[in-house]
């Protein structure tokens, strides 16, 4: 039985990219575009009725910041992978977007091989950066792995015991959801197993990202 397809949903104000990525990916046989948006309200409206395992967004659309909407879509779903498709190489828009929660950030002059690849990667939970934007990430300060505003808040309530019930009703969300924000900080982080966890929310408990 041949493995399940990543099912994929493509963010871009251009109707051109949109069609341009599409007949790209069309031709990869374990992706599957199941949605697509031009904006921030058609994008949260279909990734709530079509679940995509990964959103390829752009981050400059007309009247939309990416960087926000991607973190309003990991906030609805952690398990959703975001990875940012854009124009822009700068360093400060890569760390704001790794921030937002985004599992990676690749350029839009990208090879479509390397594209495609960016999406497995972060569909199987790692952290694709474009080798320019990686190199300038790598020379800024602070170039260990940047934790999500709402991983942040979450750190810092394990840091003072609570678990994840308590964390889930102080922050108005589901249990599943608290512990899919733990998941990932563990991989960002590179930390082994929950024990490990706590130590360092312990240890770095109000210290900030």
């Not at 069609?19 to 709530?48: H, I, P, T, W, Y």
Request: hydrophobic share 45%.
């Amino acid at each position: 039985m041949s493995p399940a397809r990543i099912r994929l949903m493509i963010v871009d104000d251009h109707a051109v990219v949109r069609d341009g990525l599409k007949a790209v990916f069309s031709l990869v046989d374990d992706l599957e575009v199941v949605a697509e948006a031009g904006n921030g309200a058609e994008a949260l409206e279909r990734a709530r009725s079509h679940h995509p395992d990964v959103v390829l967004m752009d981050i400059g659309m007309k009247g939309e910041n990416g960087i926000e909407l991607a973190a309003r879509l990991i906030d609805e779903n952690p398990e959703r992978a975001v990875l940012m498709l854009t124009m822009h190489d700068g360093v400060e828009h890569a760390q704001r977007a790794l921030k937002a929660g985004a599992r990676g950030y690749v350029l839009k002059d990208s090879r479509s091989a390397e594209i495609v690849g960016a999406i497995r990667t972060v569909h199987g939970g790692g952290t694709y950066l474009s080798p320019s934007v990686a190199q300038a990430l790598f020379r800024a300060p602070q170039a260990r792995p940047m934790l999500s505003d709402r991983e942040q808040q979450i750190l810092s309530f394990l840091g003072q015991g609570h678990p994840s019930k308590v964390i889930a009703s102080a922050l108005d969300l589901s249990v599943r959801t608290v512990e899919s924000h733990r998941q990932s900080i563990r991989r960002k982080l590179n930390l082994a197993g929950q024990a490990e966890l706590i130590k360092y929310a312990v240890e770095h408990a109000g210290r900030g990202g």
